[in-house]
């Protein structure tokens, strides 16, 4: 029924930015939390950054001081500011849309932008 459009992954050399995007769109009502995922391969997924519907941010400390989350609820769109890569930010990002009810949560994935950091 969630739908999300990811987007603004790439190739980019050390010390340079990306901005990956990702939209809801479908049955959208009462999102708790967007977010951000990344899974290197070889190793389990792990959280980047998270912003809860109130607007307070949870960062990785490998991203901290370099990432930047942020959303815009009228269009039902995450953010995810990435400055200062380094090689060990390759991955494939995820985008995390986390819905939670009396009872039940749900959670949706997209399926993934490729993010590469060259040296």
């Known amino acids: 029924q969630v739908q999300l459009m990811e987007s603004g992954g790439g190739l980019v050399q050390a010390g340079g930015s990306l901005r990956l995007s990702c939209a809801a769109s479908?049955?959208?009502?009462?999102?708790?939390?967007m977010g951000w995922y990344r899974q290197a391969p070889g190793n389990e997924r792990e959280l980047v950054a998270t912003?809860?519907?109130?607007?307070?941010?949870n960062y990785a400390d490998s991203v901290k001081g370099r990432f930047t989350i942020s959303r815009e609820n009228a269009k039902n769109t995450v953010y995810l500011q990435m400055n200062s890569l380094k090689p060990e930010d390759t991955a494939v990002y995820y985008c995390?849309?986390?819905?939670?009810?009396?009872?039940?949560?749900?959670?949706?994935w997209g399926q993934g932008t490729q993010v590469t950091v060259s040296s």
């Open positions: 479908g049955s959208i009502i009462s999102i708790n939390a």
């Open positions: 995390h849309v986390l819905r939670t009810t009396p009872i039940a949560s749900y959670n949706y």
């Open positions: 912003i809860t519907s109130g607007g307070s941010t």
